[in-house]
């Protein structure tokens, strides 16, 4: 039996550039679209619901950006089951080209005073579709990421999965500092913050292609696999119900503070008052910072462990956030807001890049992908989908810019109290699969 396992184990394909491209570019493709929705959300508003009231168009336009994130459940059970079914292979391709449709509708959809109703109708329907999509994407690519990632860096491998998400937040930045410079601001206003949602559309085309011609890492024999979407997803939600409330935990600090950082730019321009090309550097450190600690806590979990890096920077994070924000407020410029942004991005990423990978070893290894894309994608609709709202309800409401602060604070605390309550966490990084017998 073990001469078997380490046979089998042997047999893996190993990942290289191309697998490691393949396998991140779907979460980039979903962090790149998403920061841009969100950092261009007045303008949307304005042109799918337009107002007098600024706020009241805000508020609007982040709606429809959450409803996007009612249809990621769903997404994530099915594509999720389709991943621990059909192979993960086919399930990433499957996503990354939905993903595609939802974007190419936000692009080419005109606004309100052309068509009427019908543009925040479409608008919505397209974020929905995307939902779906990005719903699935996590489980089947980090299996996939994990399952083939070398035993000794198996931790630095699946950390790129959110330093993708961070490099999207990058590209977002680069295109949008260059479209403010070089559009007039009536132009950028009218149809230039379209022109990313484009832009990232001409990437599906690479992902499928390339994804089509991955090897695929699911080991388990087609007639051991759970059948049916319907029936694995039951099998996690009801048989294995408490690993989906711990895998919220985890999913809720990480995804809260994530887009409490995304939000940084829109604050930047609305509350801070700074120009929107200097907002933009912020956006672009965002995106280089979170990928650098996304990657530092892989390589650090490797050698010290999950827990130990998941808690550290964390704590950190929260000692950290009110002062940082609070001298922000204070002096507002291009140089505090890169500083602001980049000490707090590095201590997040760090932290939450490896305590994701938690989520997967607290189910069966038959429901690997549908446990993590159903926890994920859960997670991520509930907290991610109400941050950018409640955020921007949180300052408006207030009138205090640190308001948001306590909202991060409190959701650390939970993500540290579920990485606490799950035993054995720093399980070796060569161990895999884990063992059966993992318990929260």
Do not use: C
């Not at 997404?75 to 089951?81: E, T």
């Not at 990632?149 to 993708?164: C, G, H, K, V």
């Not at 509350?271 to 933009?280: D, F, V």
């Not at 827990?307 to 920077?313: E, N």
């Amino acid at each position: 039996m073990a001469q078997a396992a380490s046979v089998s184990a042997d047999a893996r394909p190993r990942l290289d550039a191309k697998g490691v491209f393949a396998a991140v570019l779907g979460n980039g493709f979903e962090f790149f679209d998403f920061t841009v929705y969100a950092t261009y959300l007045g303008l949307i508003g304005q042109a799918f619901f337009p107002s007098d009231n600024v706020l009241a168009s805000d508020l609007a336009s982040a709606a429809a950006f959450g409803a996007g994130f009612v249809a990621r459940p769903l997404g994530g059970a099915l594509i999720g089951a389709y991943g621990d079914r059909a192979g993960r292979k086919p399930a990433m391709t499957l996503s990354i080209g939905l993903m595609a449709i939802g974007s190419a509708l936000i692009a080419v959809t005109p606004g309100y005073a052309t068509i009427g109703v019908w543009a925040p109708i479409l608008l919505v329907l397209a974020r929905l579709l995307q939902g779906f999509a990005v719903g699935g994407e996590v489980g089947p690519a980090t299996m996939f990421m994990l399952e083939a990632a070398p035993p000794e860096r198996r931790m630095f491998f699946a950390s790129w999965q959110l330093a993708s998400q961070n490099l999207g937040s990058l590209a977002s930045g680069v295109i949008g500092f260059a479209l403010a410079l070089l559009l007039t601001k009536s132009s950028f206003d009218d149809w230039g913050w379209r022109v990313p949602f484009a832009l990232g559309v001409l990437i599906a085309p690479v992902g499928i292609y390339i994804r089509s011609r991955l090897v695929e890492t699911l080991e388990t024999p087609r007639h051991e696999r759970p059948a049916g979407a319907w029936a694995i997803a039951a099998r996690v939600l009801v048989q294995n119900w408490t690993g989906v409330l711990i895998g919220l935990a985890l999913i809720s600090g990480g995804t809260i503070t994530q887009y409490f950082l995304i939000t940084m730019t829109p604050f930047a321009i609305r509350t801070l008052h700074l120009p929107e090309s200097t907002a933009m550097l912020g956006a672009m450190t965002l995106g280089i910072s979170g990928g650098l600690g996304s990657l530092a806590g892989g390589l650090l979990a490797d050698r010290f462990g999950i827990r130990t890096v998941a808690i550290v920077p964390r704590v950190l994070l929260m000692i950290l956030l009110f002062p940082v924000m609070k001298f922000l407020v204070a002096n507002p410029s291009g140089a505090t807001l890169v500083a602001a942004i980049a000490v707090l991005s590095l201590l997040h990423a760090a932290s939450v890049a490896v305590g994701i990978m938690l989520i997967p070893l607290i189910f069966p290894p038959a429901v690997r992908s549908t446990g993590l894309a159903v926890s994920y994608s859960l997670g991520v609709a509930i907290f991610g989908g109400t941050a950018t709202y409640i955020v921007t309800w949180l300052v408006g409401a207030t009138g205090d810019p640190l308001a948001s602060t306590y909202y991060v604070m409190a959701a650390s605390v939970v993500m540290l109290l579920a990485v606490l309550g799950i035993r054995n966490a720093d399980y070796g990084s060569g161990t895999w699969p884990p063992p059966l017998d993992w318990e929260v």
